[in-house]
């Protein structure tokens, strides 16, 4: 295993970088298999994606990848602003966004995010950062980058006795983030989509 390095903000200047190396993380994500189900559309519509995803990291959070080149991305939304609104996702490409992906895709996304709006509505849970995106380079993965992106955060948290939160829709993830300190909160399946979410909280850590 490869010893992982320290995190640093993501530089501006090199989102499409990160965003490139966060679509082939997540291409298969089981959310994007439903969005878009042809996996051609899938290489080149996830990266667009996730670009509008940093900017919102960017702008309502902190984004924390390995020193260029870039291997791992993780992007948090703060605990001002934990919630992705439709007014972000317009403010940051969603329109270029949905033009490539065509209406199809479009409205199967939009089906998502009422179902999964409404199935997480009912937790108000505290206050908390959100871990909105987590991915590392295919040929990377395993090696500790995902953990230290993930650990650099909830430790900076537990110092501020502040949890954090995160969704998945991927089975195989669970006990990756159980493993870091998360615990499931919600385990559904959304009706329009067939999808499984997983609502995942890591407590602050209470000292002794």
């Known amino acids: 295993m490869t010893a992982p390095v320290a995190p640093v903000r993501l530089p501006p200047e090199r989102l499409a970088e990160a965003a490139a190396v966060l679509g082939r993380a997540v291409v298969d994500d089981p959310l994007f298999v439903s969005v878009l189900p042809d996996a051609r559309q899938r290489v080149s519509g996830v990266p667009m994606m996730m670009e509008m995803f940093l900017r919102i990291g960017l702008a309502h959070g902190e984004v924390w990848v390995t020193p260029p080149p870039i291997r791992g991305v993780a992007c948090w939304l703060s605990p ?43 937790l108000a849970p505290e206050t908390h950062w959100h871990l909105a995106w987590l991915g590392v380079e295919p040929g990377r993965q395993g090696q500790g980058i995902g953990s230290t992106l993930v650990r650099q955060m909830t430790t900076r948290a537990d110092a501020e006795g502040m949890a954090c939160w995160l969704f998945t829709f991927a089975p195989r993830n669970v006990p990756v983030y159980e493993h870091l300190g998360f615990h499931v909160t919600l385990d559904t399946t959304l009706p329009s989509s067939g999808l499984r979410l997983w609502v995942m909280a890591h407590p602050p850590l209470v000292p002794p």
């Open 80 to 122: 001002a602003h934990p919630t992705i609104t439709a007014e972000d996702r317009i403010a940051a490409g969603w329109s270029g966004v949905g033009a490539a992906w065509g209406h199809e895709a479009v409205v199967r996304y939009q089906a998502f995010i009422g179902d999964r709006d409404g199935a997480v509505g009912s």
